[in-house]
């Protein structure tokens, strides 16, 4: 049994008329609600009457619920490329085997490098990002390159091609701490539309990943959609689906969720349903609503202003002065970038704003810095 079982058995597409038809009387049972939030709240809470109505409340409520959980501390992270290889044809990600360009896999000595760098800009948290290459960076690259990056992250994430339960539990011997795995778009059908060939074409191998983490017992987990390349209605309902399930099959790890919203990269694949700011928004704070616990992360994708507004309602992550590119912080313009970054303010300059608004930015161990305050 795992969450591929579950999704099987329902038609996500059947979330959009739930979305739609949410009545204010749905929304204020949500907002009001003691007891655990079900999929017909979180429709509620991401409908668009909640959007018209109810967002100056919601964003009241996530913001209190941030706070008394996690405080005013903020964890900064830094996304290490070590290789742009790819073997997966997915056709929104400028990292695909379609796209012509030169590609590289960092050697331990440039990863080592890197690792210098990221230390210098103030990061000991790390996360790993790679393209999908078992041939060259597979589990046995992993095995040599984690024990690299440890020396220099006190916690140290990973976001890689899935793996086996036991290659978890091999790289979690190994300092590894968190993984995140993103579905990219719950719908089997569109999925299939969308990653055209590769290990990555596999559905349910992809779908099922977070229950083989939580088998491994690693720390914390990342779920979620790439909005824009779905109907956000149905992916949201259906990561939603996968939090609660998340919670009742591996009740010790820990769960973030990620909201990247598509953006351009080498290929031209256009968003099939854009969502606006005020949307994300809305999405924020129906997460946090939802689930009071969650880590909720915000990358460079969105701008400065964006970022600095969304910051307070419900984030605990965010990363700046990233790269996306293999070897972008010792060598910076040399390969190509895995989608362009929007906020390019430097650390320092990203510390100042959250800083300026009240907030504490944490460059240490991600699992230990929350604490419950009423501030």
Request: aromatic share 10%.
């Amino acid at each position: 049994m795992s969450f591929y079982d579950v999704l099987e058995k329902i038609n996500i597409d059947s979330f959009k008329s739930l979305v739609d038809t949410r009545e204010d009387r749905d929304v204020e049972r949500a907002l009001t609600k003691k007891s655990t939030l079900g999929i017909d709240d979180f429709a509620s809470l991401i409908s668009e009457n909640a959007r018209r109505h109810y967002l100056r409340e919601m964003v009241a409520i996530s913001s209190q619920l941030t706070r008394k959980r996690f405080g005013r501390c903020v964890n900064m992270y830094l996304p290490l490329y070590i290789t742009n290889l790819c073997s997966n044809k997915c056709v929104y990600c400028g990292f695909s085997v379609m796209n012509k360009f030169k590609r590289v896999v960092l050697d331990l000595e440039q990863i080592e490098e890197e690792c210098v760098a990221i230390n210098k800009m103030g990061y000991k948290n790390i996360l790993l990002v790679s393209g999908e290459s078992e041939r060259k960076a597979g589990i046995d690259y992993f095995k040599k390159v984690l024990p690299v990056v440890k020396k220099y992250a006190s916690y140290l994430q990973m976001e890689v091609q899935p793996l086996s339960t036991e290659e978890y539990a091999m790289l979690k011997e190994l300092g590894l701490d968190a993984v995140s795995v993103y579905q990219e778009t719950y719908h089997k059908d569109f999925y299939s539309k969308v990653h055209l060939g590769g290990k990555k074409a596999d559905y349910k191998w992809r779908l099922e990943t977070p229950d083989r983490l939580g088998k491994a017992e690693i720390d914390k987990v990342g779920i979620g959609a790439l909005l824009g390349l779905y109907d956000w209605r149905a992916d949201l309902c259906a990561t939603a689906m996968h939090i609660l399930y998340m919670r009742d099959h591996y009740w010790k790890t820990q769960l973030s969720v990620s909201f990247p919203r598509l953006r351009p990269a080498a290929g031209g694949f256009e968003p099939t349903i854009p969502v606006s700011d005020a949307k994300l928004l809305q999405i924020i704070c129906a997460l946090r609503i939802f689930d009071n616990e969650l880590d909720l992360t915000l990358s460079t994708r969105e701008n400065a202003s964006f970022r600095d507004l969304i910051l307070p309602v419900g984030i605990t992550a965010i990363s700046a002065g990233s790269s996306t590119e293999p070897g972008g912080y010792a060598h910076k313009g040399e390969n190509l970038e895995q989608w362009t970054v929007n906020d390019d303010r430097s650390v320092d300059e990203v510390v100042s704003a959250m800083e300026h608004n009240g907030f504490e930015a944490v460059f240490q161990n991600a699992s230990t810095t929350y604490f419950s305050t009423t501030t």
